[in-house]
């Protein structure tokens, strides 16, 4: 059972997160022969000033 855990600084639309799954579970499916009904995706959108690079905040 594939667990992918994906964070994001920023928001994303729900066309983006469509598609990000669908990518992932595609992948997955295609490289490991995990069939996509077993492969959990968690979406973690985090606040770009929870973010930082370099010594400093994104925001």
Known sequence: MPYVNLQVAGPLTRKQ???I???FTETLERVAG???EVT???ID???RENWAKG???LE
């Open 34 to 36: 995990k069939p996509p």
């Open 55 to 57: 010594g400093k905040l």
């Open 40 to 42: 959990y995706i968690v």
């Open 17 to 19: 997160k469509e598609e």
């Open 45 to 47: 959108e985090v606040s």
């Open 21 to 23: 799954v669908k990518e």
